[in-house]
Nanobody, 132 residues
Framework: QVQLQESGPGLVKPSQTLSLTCTVSGGSITSNYYYWSWIRQPPGKGLEWIGYIAYSGATDYSPSLKSRTSMSRDTSKNQFTLQLTSVTPEDTAVYYC????????????????????????WGQGTQVTVSS
């Protein structure tokens, strides 16, 4: 059984960098052909894909967040991380890590809605609030 667990600060000050880690158990983040995503849900809004890091280590980010997003991984710990720079209160959200068994189709089409069923495992989510 694959399990994902998000961790990181629950409160970040504006203009600072949000850093989160997803620890994966029950499966390797380097196994073919999985994609490991970060997804968030602001209060009262829908799910928003942030980016993924692939089994190969390749990354792809949402165009709207690309300039502020960086993802990396530590294969020895079976973890992958998210860094989002220059945060504002609009970055307040529940942040999830999730796995898909192929490139999420919504990432291939501009403005396509995220389909949660494309992701077979999710973390429980972690609340991040941006506030001074």
């Amino acid at each position: 059984q694959v399990q994902l667990q998000e961790s990181g600060p629950g409160l970040v000050k504006p203009s600072q960098t949000l850093s989160l880690t997803c620890t994966v158990s029950g499966g390797s983040i380097t196994s073919n052909y999985y994609y490991w995503s970060w997804i968030r849900q602001p209060p009262g809004k829908g799910l928003e894909w942030i980016g993924y890091i692939a089994y190969s280590g390749a990354t792809d980010y949402s165009p709207s967040l690309k300039s502020r997003t960086s993802m990396s991984r530590d294969t020895s710990k079976n973890q992958f991380t998210l860094q989002l720079t220059s945060v504002t209160p609009e970055d307040t959200a529940v942040y999830y890590c999730a796995r898909s068994q192929r490139v999420p189709l919504h990432t291939l089409v501009v403005d396509a809605p995220l389909n949660p069923s494309e992701y077979d495992y999710w973390g429980q989510g972690t609340q991040v609030t941006v506030s001074s």
